[in-house]
């Protein structure tokens, strides 16, 4: 089946420090892979996505790229700010649109100034 | 236009009672999608409905738990005779068909005592 791993949180940075959460995923087929990020008492917010090998998703200044050979999408973002403070999650679908989702365990981070 | 309505946020419950969880999807969504969220834990799949119709309740507990997506009003998940360990977040998502990406609620918290 499935499945979505990702670095433990919580990742503490400063403010403009560089970021990278690591993600890595098992599947059968070629599945997209997302990453939300959901801010504290909201629901999940769709940040970037890519649905095929060496694509690269990117929002926000956040990216990461779908590589096949490591079975990996990490999350980078070069200068993060305290309004980045929230918890990531990377995902995965068999299709294309992300409907059917399995998430991992979701990494917390949290951004001093 | 508003976005995925879920309530109540916060549900607390002792343990033998029912909880009703209720979401209205986006305007011209057909299709809703619940995942539960366990404490520091990642988002997981439950059961995707359209209309009148269960899709797939793969992700359901075999007893206890049901849902339904009626032909007018909210989609309802259902948990009788709660226990502590259906204490979570229960969120909702909504796409208007099996091709877009998800939109999600913020969320019900439900609290079991």
């Not at chain 2, 607390?12 to 366990?38: D, F, I, T």
């Amino acid at each position: 089946g499935n499945s979505v791993t990702q670095m433990e949180g919580p990742v503490t940075l400063s403010e403009e420090a560089f970021l990278t959460i690591n993600c890595t995923y098992t599947a059968t087929g070629y599945p997209s892979l997302f990453w939300y990020v959901q801010y504290p008492g909201e629901g999940l917010q769709l940040l970037l996505k890519a649905t095929k090998a060496d694509d690269k998703g990117s929002n926000k200044g956040f990216e990461a790229t779908y590589r096949k050979e490591t079975t990996s999408f990490h999350l980078e973002k070069g200068s993060v700010q305290v309004s980045d403070s929230a918890v990531y999650f990377c995902a995965l679908s068999d299709n294309n649109a992300g409907n059917m989702l399995t998430f991992g365990g979701g990494t917390r981070l949290m951004v001093k100034p | 236009n508003a976005g995925v309505m879920q309530n109540p946020r916060h549900l607390v419950r002792r343990r033998g009672q029912e909880a009703r969880l209720r979401c209205s999807p986006m305007k011209g969504h057909s299709h809703v999608y619940w995942y539960r969220q366990l404490p520091e834990e990642g988002l997981k799949f439950m059961v995707y409905l359209q209309k009148e119709n269960i899709i797939d309740e793969s992700g359901m507990p075999k007893e206890r738990f049901s849902a339904e997506f009626p032909k007018e009003g909210p989609s309802i998940l259902r948990i009788q005779q709660v226990v502590r360990g259906d204490s979570a977040a229960y969120f909702c998502a909504s796409s208007p068909n099996d091709n877009s990406p998800l939109h999600f609620g913020n969320g019900t918290r439900l609290t079991v005592t």
